[in-house]
Each structure stands twice: as structure tokens, then as C-alpha cells.
């Protein structure tokens, strides 16, 4: 296979000044476009988009303004043709968004969730780990839509957290 640089994020910097270990990397192709994680120096990490050229490559959304906040990591289940993923604002509030892959089709679906990476698609609904200040980090649900979005259950009762992870479907059920 032969590789070639499409562009620089960070001129002159390496990866190990941009990316943690434990970011799990990864892009998807939607809308004609790949999107990916993008850490330029500059806006943090944040949503790009590239059609495979240096001119076609850019920041999609500043989820954060200034080099704070950002998406969390590359992973980007979909649902009913969009991408899912988590980003944080600049108050540090973490957020639950969706892209078509274009600026104008990219919005936050639920504006505060639990810290959770982990977005599972699974029986036409996604699963994660969502927050509120009454419930604490449960498992929550969504059809994609905020309104379609809740509380599965609250496994800690009140404000403490059950902190659900990597939910993995299985026939017609879901394990975390």
C-alpha cells in the first residue's frame, strides 16, 4: 500500500504533542467526505472533514472555541444515515452530537451527558452512558432525535452514578 500525506494539522509538531494513548482513533465516510478528529494547535481537537484533498480538508464544527474542549474521541456510530459522537463545550460540559457531514447538519442532540465515549448502535436506538443531576451517569437511549432521547433506568438510585460502559448487543438484549 502506498500512503500520502493529504496535509498538516500541526506543522512542526509530532503526534505525541496532540493525541493521548488511549484516543482510539478511527473516521467514518458520510456525505462523500471522510470525518475524522482533527487536533490543530490552534481549536483543540474538533470535527474535520476531508474530500481526500489538501484544499477539501477543514474544520467542520469548532465544537469549542480555543484550544479546550473538543471531541473527546474518533468514534462515530450511525444511525439512520448520521454520525454520532461526544464533544465537549468550552465549560467542559459534555455533549451528545450528530452530523450529516456538512457544517449546517452538524448539532448537539442532547447538551449534557456523562463523560462516556461509548456510543453503541443497537436495535435502531443508541446506547450510552447519559447525565442528569437528579439520576447521576445511567444508562440512557436515543432514537437520534432530543425528544427521542431519555433515561433507560436508573440502576444507583438518586444522584449517584451506576457509570455504564461499552454496551454490546446480543440478540434482543443489551449488556454494559
Known amino acids: 500500500a502506498q500512503f500520502e500525506l493529504v496535509t498538516d494539522l500541526t506543522p512542526g509538531m509530532g503526534p505525541d504533542d496532540l493525541f493521548h494513548p488511549s484516543d482510539n482513533g478511527g473516521s467514518i465516510i458520510l456525505g462523500g467526505a471522510t470525518l475524522f478528529r482533527g487536533c ?8 474535520w472533514r476531508s474530500d481526500g484533498t489538501s484544499v477539501g480538508t477543514e474544520m467542520l464544527v469548532d465544537l469549542a472555541p480555543g484550544p ?6 474518533s468514534h462515530f456510530p450511525t444511525l439512520d444515515g448520521l454520525a454520532y459522537f461526544v464533544g ?8 451528545l452530537w450528530r452530523s450529516d457531514g456538512t457544517a449546517a447538519g452538524t448539532e448537539v442532540v442532547v447538551g ?14 443508541l446506547w450510552f452512558q447519559g447525565w442528569d443531576e ?13 425528544a ?10 438518586g444522584p449517584g452514578d ?5 454496551f454490546t448487543g446480543a440478540g434482543s438484549l443489551v449488556y454494559f
Open 40 to 47: 490543530d494547535g490552534v481549536h483543540g481537537c474538533e470535527l
Open 68 to 73: 479546550a474542549g473538543g471531541m473527546l474521541r
Open 88 to 95: 465537549a463545550n468550552a465549560a467542559g460540559t459534555y455533549q
Open 112 to 125: 449534557r451527558i456523562g463523560p462516556s465515549t461509548s456510543l453503541t448502535v443497537y436495535g435502531g436506538l
Open 134 to 146: 437528579v439520576n447521576g451517569a445511567e444508562p440512557w437511549i436515543s432514537d437520534g432525535t432530543p
Open 148 to 157: 427521542g432521547t431519555r433515561l433507560l433506568f436508573d440502576l444507583e438510585p
Open 162 to 166: 451506576s457509570d455504564p460502559e461499552l
